[in-house]
């Protein structure tokens, strides 16, 4: 029975870390929304350039906001595949 019960907990841990985006790679970047050539970009604070997708953050250019998604590194440069997004306060 105790086995079994501490099966079901690191099952639930395992859950709750995959649902807060700890292993699932979700990454947050904090950044200022711009229009560019390449299309919506976000570029960080940390003097990275991320190419928006996922969300439509047209009407957010000139902003800072938090960005929270998966990143991924191709050809084109780096993609942020938006989940969420909030405006940061200055």
Same mark, same amino acid.
């Given at each position: +029975?105790?086995?079994? +019960?501490?099966? /079901?907990?690191?099952?639930? %841990? ?6 807060? #985006?700890?292993? &699932? #790679?979700?990454? !947050?970047?904090?950044? @200022?929304?711009?229009?560019? =050539?390449?299309?919506?970009? /976000?570029? &960080?604070? =940390?003097? #990275? @350039?991320? /190419?928006?997708? *996922?969300?439509?953050? !047209?009407? +957010?250019? *000139? $902003?800072? %906001?938090? &960005? /929270? *998604?998966?990143? =991924?590194?191709?050809? !084109? *440069? ?6 969420? %997004?909030?405006?940061? $306060?200055?």
């Amino acid at each position: +029975m105790k086995k079994a +019960m501490k099966c /079901i907990a690191v099952l639930l %841990v395992f859950g709750l870390l995959t649902a807060t #985006g700890v292993i &699932a #790679g979700e990454n !947050s970047i904090t950044g @200022t929304v711009e229009k560019t =050539d390449q299309g919506i970009v /976000i570029s &960080a604070a =940390d003097g #990275g @350039t991320y /190419i928006v997708k *996922g969300k439509d953050l !047209s009407e +957010m250019v *000139g $902003q800072t %906001v938090k &960005a /929270i *998604g998966t990143l =991924d590194e191709g050809q !084109s *440069g780096k993609t942020l595949t938006v989940i969420s %997004v909030e405006p940061v $306060q200055k």
